[in-house]
């Protein structure tokens, strides 16, 4: 916990808690359970695959156009 906290400017897969822990300025993706704070509506999960690939490369072109 201690290093997601430390982290700036990064693209972090996680669950829904490490998600919660980084800073603002990270981008978090949610790619496990535990969901605590929300819903996963999964329509690229589980990350594995076709599908699971093309969803963690439309993340990271998001992550990259911001």
Request: proline residues 3%.
């Amino acid at each position: 916990m201690v290093l997601l906290k430390e982290l700036r400017d990064q693209l972090v897969f996680g669950d829904d808690i490490s998600c919660h822990v980084i800073h603002q300025d990270n981008t978090g993706v949610c790619v496990s359970a535990p969901f605590i704070r929300r819903r996963q509506l999964a329509t690229h999960m589980p990350i594995m695959g076709e599908r699971g690939a093309d969803g963690m490369l439309e993340e990271i072109y998001r992550y990259l156009e911001s």
